[in-house]
């Protein structure tokens, strides 16, 4: 059975149907990359399915439930975890700091263990601390060591951007969503985020659905692509398929390709 | 040590000390005196002698104005990255000179003009006598030698710039603390020792209250060894201490809360009966304090109708141990009624954060600034006049037992009411460094960003808004039963907007700031009572001062500071370095 399945999806602002009747599904162990031109619809069906946004219709069955009326939270804990398109840290926060806080639904410490500091209590901050510093030592050395302590405003954009992945992935999800991970990305730092998308599903079991306007990155890691434009899904298929398919190069080619994203 | 790449690299000019500057800052020196002028604060500080019979507090105010706009014209601009440092000389003092002088000018023209033209019907305090103070009673010569002393006063406030860093310091320090101890004769007097020994005031203060000239050489003289010796030792051993490990940083901890509970348990029977009075009363605000600080601190949830829980645990305690409680009384004991007042508060809590559970920012401040007016409304009102008792409030309330102890004077009520402060500031500490506080956290800096991560906003909000509204009603209730009766009128809109100021002062998510914040602002005005007319402006001007220069405030957390200052520069070319990179446009 999918993972994520999702059927006659819809959100319109307005009069602007940014999803539009949108049916998709995605399998588990699979890497999805959604594309689509700038405005098609894409960070917003991350903020529908996420709970986030409410959809106006549809029905969004993930892991077997229905998130129908689920807060953010209730969903990150069903295991389905974001990055943000402009990365949106706890600025003041450090690394480690956030990514506790990305450990937040897995943990249950309360005021009271906090107050009497209950050896459950210890033993389970320590035990957070520990996993947040084994997640952040999946990006190498880049974040680890004195980068524990510094405050996230402190990091480069790129590393921003790891810390963001390291975050969601501190939840322990089953499906990770990344929005535009490489966006502003030098080509090297692009590549070894190509590298580290598949290493997210082969070592660590991360389903994955990736928006990226970046070509050589979704040629790379896909094994199924689905192109969104006006909210609904024109073309799915393998990268080589969908990129001859002529209404996916209308849908690029066809209009700028910078409106308003 | 080898050059980097930055330090062999040509230095861009230094940014010198700007003239023009210092004739803008003088302007405004010249409006601060004019100022202190009209609103009475030199009459009425005039009658306060600092040093007997010299110098009077009112001409201290007067003369610190252009002293700090000199101060400030003579200081050179930040070093950035890349220019040369400045160098000190005769340009410092010259801008200091100058802004003086011209805050001397616009004072002499001022004095002049109320001296030609009658304000007195709009500006009722251009008294005569106040016009009186303002030419030393000596016409137009005095006013000629007072602006020709804050010229000098300028310039010297430039000149502190060529002194070196630790004789600034213990300079300026020696001239405050001359200042405070002039002022705090109330203070020094009714210390254990001065009372005992007579000559030692005698020897410090003159009969009007101000020091005596060698009082305040010997003052003056003090601090400035004392600042002078211990500069860097302090900050060295600080930092000796905390890089202790282990056995050793127990041992230290241990010793010094030990020091830290023999000084509290000696320090009301030091001071006696009426600084402990000041004391307790600072301790309430506190409690206050440290409660508000989880609300808006930690949680960022800004809450101006805090004044309500304190007023829940009052009210509560008087209905359970008055005698005369109007409706039904039980007649508990204080610590017996605590169970019920922290369910109350907790129940006050939740109350107040249900409503606003989906309110942000503005619009919660404004919804918790109305719950605050209808609490005391409620209390005040006859409907419920056969509960709360109205307009004529509640009386009777006992005072609290302490095993054979009973607490019943202000140095006794200092025990219980520093020991809640000491219960909370540990609370505080370790909700901060938990799960929970982590949530507070990253809810402050994101919503809902945090909600995606998994936090669960209506509980964090919840469990905020409970124990900030617990720790206001423990401060209630010491405070009625210090009182011994509660008001409607003593939950004004203010008591919030004092404790606001006290966090936002002291160094917001900051328990030591918090602290500090409230014993001197909720202190310093007890001890000065005869000015009690200039308290908000004295607060206004402080919270203008600190957005200005020192928003996260006197003792800011690690955080707040790096939030507010530090980074930003580097947060900006970040941004800027982003937008360059980025080819897509941001959502
Ligand atoms: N919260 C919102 N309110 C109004 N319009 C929105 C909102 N979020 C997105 N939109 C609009 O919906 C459309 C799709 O946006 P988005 O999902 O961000 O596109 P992209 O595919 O570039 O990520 C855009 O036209 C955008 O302006
Ligand atoms: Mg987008």
């Known amino acids: ?261 | 040590m080898s050059l980097t790449a930055a330090e062999t690299t040509e230095l861009l000019p230094a940014r010198e000390v700007q003239l023009d500057r210092a004739v803008r800052v003088g302007l405004i020196g010249g409006l601060t005196a004019m100022f202190i002028v009209t609103s009475g604060m030199l009459e009425t500080f005039d009658l306060r002698m600092i040093v007997d019979p010299i110098l009077s507090l009112g001409y201290v105010t007067l003369m610190a104005a252009p002293f700090a706009v000199g101060y400030v014209a003579g200081k050179a601009p930040p070093v950035l990255e890349g220019y040369a440092a400045p160098s000190v000389g005769a340009r410092n003092v010259q801008a200091g000179a100058i802004a003086g002088a011209l805050t001397g000018a616009i004072y002499a023209l001022y004095a002049l003009i109320i001296h030609v033209l009658d304000f007195s019907s709009v500006f009722i305090k251009l008294t005569e006598q106040t016009k009186k103070i303002v030419t030393l009673d000596m016409g137009a010569g005095g006013v000629l030698i007072l602006a020709l002393v804050m010229a000098v006063s300028g310039a010297v406030g430039g000149a502190v710039h060529l002194l070196e860093r630790r004789w600034k310091r213990a300079v300026l320090y020696s001239a405050f603390w001359v200042v405070m101890f002039g002022l705090l004769e109330v203070l020094v007097s009714q210390i254990a020792f001065v009372r005992r020994i007579s000559a030692v005031k005698e020897l410090l203060y003159g009969t009007d209250a101000g020091l005596t000239l060698i009082g305040a050489v010997i003052i003056g003289g003090l601090v400035f060894a004392a600042y002078y010796y211990l500069d860097g030792r302090v900050r060295a051993a600080t930092r000796r201490a905390m890089a202790l490990e282990g056995q050793q940083r127990r041992r230290f901890i241990l010793i010094s809360l030990g020091v830290a509970i023999v000084f509290l348990a000696v320090l009301p029977q030091i001071l006696g009966p009426f600084l402990s009075e000041v004391l307790d009363l600072a301790g309430v605000f506190l409690l206050m304090a440290l409660g508000l600080n989880i609300v808006v601190g930690f949680a960022g949830l800004l809450d101006l109708g805090y004044v309500a829980f304190f007023a829940v645990g009052a009210y509560t305690t008087a209905i359970l141990t008055s005698p005369v409680s109007p409706k039904w009384s039980p007649e508990l004991s204080f610590w017996t009624a605590i169970p019920f007042i922290i369910l109350a508060a907790a129940a006050a809590g939740v109350m107040v954060g249900t409503p606003v559970l989906r309110l942000r920012g503005d619009y919660l401040a404004i919804v918790t600034l109305g719950f605050g007016e209808i609490a005391r409304i409620l209390f005040l009102s006859d409907a419920l006049k056969p509960y709360f008792g109205g307009a004529q409030g509640m009386l009777l309330i006992p005072d609290i037992d302490i095993g054979p102890f009973t607490i019943d004077d202000s140095i006794s009520f200092f025990y219980p009411i520093y020991a809640f402060v000491i219960l909370f500031a540990y609370l505080s500490y370790a909700l901060q460094d938990s799960r929970v506080g982590r949530a507070w956290m990253a809810m402050r800096e994101d919503e809902s960003v945090a909600e995606a991560m998994g936090v669960n906003i209506v509980a964090a909000k919840l469990w905020a808004f409970v124990i900030g509204a617990i720790f206001a009603a423990i401060g209630g209730a010491l405070f009625a039963h210090k009182i011994g009766s509660v008001f409607p009128e003593s939950f004004a809109i203010l008591v919030s907007i004092t404790v606001l100021v006290l966090i936002i002062v002291g160094g917001m998510g900051s328990v030591p700031g918090v602290t500090v914040g409230a014993l001197a602002l909720v202190a310093l005005p007890e001890l000065l009572r005869e000015f009690a007319e200039f308290k908000f402006l004295f607060y206004g001007t402080l919270l203008i001062f600190m957005m200005l220069n020192r928003p996260e405030g006197f003792i800011p957390s690690r955080r707040r500071a790096r939030e507010l200052h530090l980074d930003e520069v580097e947060q900006d070319a970040w941004l800027a370095q982003a937008a360059e990179q980025d080819p897509a446009p941001a959502e």
């Open chain 1, 1 to 261: 059975m999918a993972l994520l399945e999702i059927s006659s999806l819809s959100k319109a602002f307005g009069g602007l149907h940014a999803i539009d009747k949108l049916d998709l599904h995605v399998d588990r162990g699979e890497i999805v990359s959604v594309i689509g031109p700038n405005g098609a619809g894409k960070t917003t069906f991350f903020n529908v399915i996420t709970g986030m946004i409410t959809p106006d219709e549809g029905e969004i069955i993930f892991d077997g439930a229905d998130l129908a009326g689920l807060r953010p939270n209730q969903i990150l804990a069903l295991g389905m975890a974001r990055t943000f398109q402009n990365v949106r840290l706890f600025p003041n926060m450090t690394v480690r700091e956030n990514v506790m806080v990305g450990r937040h639904t897995r943990t249950k410490a309360g005021v009271f263990g906090a107050i009497l500091r209950t050896p459950a209590f210890r033993a389970e901050e320590e035990e957070t601390k520990r996993k947040a510093e084994e997640t952040l030592s999946f990006f190498g050395t880049r974040l680890v060591g004195y980068r524990f302590d510094q405050p996230a405003l402190n990091l480069s954009y790129a590393n921003r951007r790891r810390l963001e992945i390291a975050r969601a992935m501190g939840s322990d999800p089953q499906l990770l969503l990344l929005d535009e991970p490489t966006a502003g990305m030098n080509p090297r730092e692009t590549l070894e985020i190509t590298g580290l998308i598949g290493k997210l599903r082969d070592e660590k079991g991360f389903t994955v659905v990736l928006i990226e306007h970046d070509m050589r990155v979704v040629k790379g890691v896909s094994d199924r692509v689905i192109v969104l434009d006006h909210g609904s899904k024109i073309a799915e298929g393998p990268y080589d398929e969908v990129a001859q398919n002529p209404d996916v190069i209308e849908a690029y080619l066809g209009r700028p390709a910078t409106g308003t994203a």
